[in-house]
């Protein structure tokens, strides 16, 4: 999949000290990051980290502070940004009067010339819903079923789905992430998904966005993100991090008695008597959320390219 | 994706689709059900006023109200004959008249409510920005088509009543509408309503877009809207030039406000200056005389509107309330403007 959709030379998303405010608090701070179009990106971070915020500025819902936020080059929102871009709020607000007829046909009257009226009754029919059936009468995983298919039927370049799949069943969560994926792929979507279930972005995302606290922690592809880190486990006694690891970038520590556990980001090989593995990406996540003040790590493909032409 | 579900979609795509109405589609599906009501309230408060007309102008031929009772007639089966037309069709004038005063209220909290607060409290205008359509568009869709639905069936209704009241409403001095008249039922004549309507429908918008939740809005337009009755009441009659009659204090009556047809809105005194004492309270006093004089006045002024005004006086409030609708309509814009992205 990944060597069909990466498209390395196309940015889908790119900020570059992207900062929005709400009255007194930073809902997001001084964020840049790049993602290469075609990448199926998990956008992770505890509540309130900014992630719904980000998502809606990347739908052209609000406008930021300072810094900006481009979506193919343009600002989100732009006559020729908002037709490519397909986005499903937390909330998954459709109007409960409608029909799923209505409903699909709304998506149909409001994106002329792109529709995909196939694609979008297929993942309502593959849900076992009837067209007929009104929107306010659907329980909640039903509904966002319906409202990803009106995400799909708009064809979107960049889909950005706001804690999608929080209100399905495990079996309907399956079923949808398997139909986004194949969506994704076909169509070489670039695709956000926010979440804090890492259960559900395991092995589905390639490209990794942390936030925490406004700021971006860690940008880049889940593969490159897990090689640059090593898990060490060894004994250690005494107070402080042993002196080898001096020359390493600790992330985080935790002594359990004499044993220590430790994710690094290696530089050259580690002295002394340690068990190294490369972590999980549960491991890799928790550690930088438990950690806040280990320095962010923006993989190369991560690096926006408008800075540093900028600098250049 | 089977083969099978691939073959359907082809399939389904090369069906001819109905006509493309981009978001006004969206916009009558959404108020469909109020539309429908609506109409059909319309039509049958148009049956109504159809059957009251013609139940009013029989009566008047059949009991020969057309022209007042001369003094050396026999009055008495005239005086009982209007009687008994007020007793008929009195209260039916009056609640016509109630309905078509309250139709900018109704507008503005349609408009304040279902149109606008409902969308922007239940975060649906989140999906419909994320189509192909801009928030500026969807916005004068939104608005354009209830507020021009409004304004058509505010015209209707208004002609309609304006057109049933009117063989009758001057008539024996007014005597007949008493209660009705033309300046007692002056919101429910002639262009008054749709003005009415359109600043209510504005003043719904801004309301809607400022408050952003479906109930305070709607609640709020309606107490805007009977507030904001209380001033045009009071500056209607200023609007035209009035007719004054002066009498001399030593006539010892003032004038009568009860003026049948023509509206006597305001009487008082007048100093030798040529200054005026607008009522000082020397009606209800019981020696109206010494009053006027420990007054220093000399005598009385009455300011009223005969029944030639009330075209010109309508359509005077009518272009004071349009303007006041723009004012709240150039609000709406720039409120829309602050939530657009």
Redesign the interface.
């Known amino acids: 999949m990944t060597g069909l959709t990466f498209q390395p030379d196309r940015t889908a998303l790119e900020a570059v000290g992207l900062g929005v405010r709400f009255r007194r608090r930073w809902a997001l701070r001084d964020c840049s990051f790049r993602l290469p179009a075609g990448r199926v990106c998990a956008l992770v971070g505890p509540n309130g980290a900014g992630k719904s915020t980000l998502l809606s500025l990347a739908a052209g819902l609000r406008r930021p502070s300072e810094g900006s936020l481009t979506v193919f080059g343009g600002r989100p929102g732009a006559a020729d940004v908002r037709p490519r871009v397909a986005y499903l709020s937390q909330d998954k607000p459709l109007y409960p009067q409608f029909t799923i007829a209505d409903t699909l046909r709304m998506g149909r009257e409001l994106n002329p010339g792109r529709w995909d009226q196939g694609a979008a009754e297929r993942t309502v029919a593959d849900g076992g819903l009837s067209s007929g059936a009104r929107i306010g009468d659907l329980s909640g995983g039903q509904r966002t079923r319906v409202a990803l298919a009106l995400a799909f039927g708009k064809r979107p370049e960049v889909l950005l789905l706001d804690e999608p799949m929080a209100d399905l069943d495990p079996l309907a969560r399956h079923e949808m992430t398997a139909a986004l994926m194949a969506q994704a792929a076909e169509h070489a979507t670039t695709v956000v998904i926010a979440s804090h279930v890492l259960a559900e972005l395991e092995g589905a995302c390639d490209y990794l966005l942390l936030i925490a606290d406004g700021r971006v922690r860690l940008a880049g592809e889940v593969e490159d993100l897990l090689a640059a880190h090593t898990l060490l486990v060894g004994r250690h006694e005494g107070p402080g991090l042993p002196r080898e690891f001096a020359m390493h970038t600790v992330v985080e520590a935790r002594a359990t008695g004499r044993q220590l556990t430790a994710l690094v980001r290696a530089d050259g090989p580690v002295a002394g008597q340690w068990r190294a593995s490369e972590p999980s990406l549960e491991e890799l996540l928790l550690a930088h959320l438990r950690a806040p003040d280990a320095p962010p790590l923006l993989a190369p493909s991560a690096e926006p390219r408008r800075a540093l032409r900028a600098a250049a | 994706?089977s083969a099978t579900?691939v073959s359907?979609?082809?399939a389904?795509?090369v069906v001819r689709?109905p006509r493309?109405?981009?978001?006004t589609?969206?916009v009558r599906?959404?108020h469909r059900?109020a539309a429908w009501i609506a109409l059909a309230v319309l039509a049958a408060l148009c049956a109504e006023l159809l059957w009251l007309r013609g139940a009013m102008t029989g009566y008047v031929a059949e009991h020969g109200l057309a022209v007042p009772c001369r003094p050396e007639g026999d009055c008495a089966a005239f005086t009982a004959a209007v009687d008994g037309f007020r007793l008929r069709y009195g209260d039916v004038l009056g609640y016509n008249v109630l309905l078509l005063e309250f139709l900018p209220l109704f507008a503005g909290m349609f408009v304040a409510g279902p149109v606008i607060a409902r969308e922007l409290e239940?975060?649906?205008y989140?999906?419909?920005?994320?189509?192909?359509?801009?928030?500026l568009r969807w916005f004068a869709a939104k608005l354009g088509l209830p507020v021009a639905a409004l304004l058509v069936g505010a015209s209707v209704l208004s002609a309609v009543f304006t057109w049933s009241w009117r063989p009758v409403g001057h008539l024996d001095d007014g005597l007949l509408v008493d209660g009705t008249r033309w300046y007692e039922a002056f919101d429910a004549l002639g262009p008054a309503p749709v003005a009415g309507v359109l600043f209510g429908a504005a003043l719904g918008a801004l309301t809607g877009l400022l408050v952003k939740r479906t109930l305070p809005a709607m609640a709020g337009t309606a107490f805007a809207c009977v507030l904001l009755s209380w001033p045009l009441t009071t500056v209607r009659p200023y609007l035209v030039d009035p007719v004054t009659t002066t009498r001399s204090a030593s006539s010892d009556y003032p004038p009568s406000l009860h003026g049948g047809d023509s509206w006597h809105y305001e009487r008082g005194m007048t100093t030798p200056s040529g200054g005026r004492l607008p009522d000082a309270g020397c009606i209800e006093a019981a020696g109206i005389s010494r009053c006027v004089t420990r007054h220093g006045a000399d005598g009385w002024y009455l300011d009223s509107h005969p029944p030639a005004h009330f075209r010109r006086l309508e359509w005077a409030q009518a272009g004071l309330v349009a303007a006041a609708a723009g004012v709240c309509a150039a609000g709406a814009l720039w409120r829309v403007r602050r939530l657009c992205?």
Do not use: C, D, E, F
């Open positions: 994706m579900t359907r979609t082809a389904a795509s689709r493309a109405l981009g978001i589609w969206v599906r959404q059900t239940s975060g649906t989140k999906v419909a920005w994320t189509q192909s359509v801009s928030p992205p």
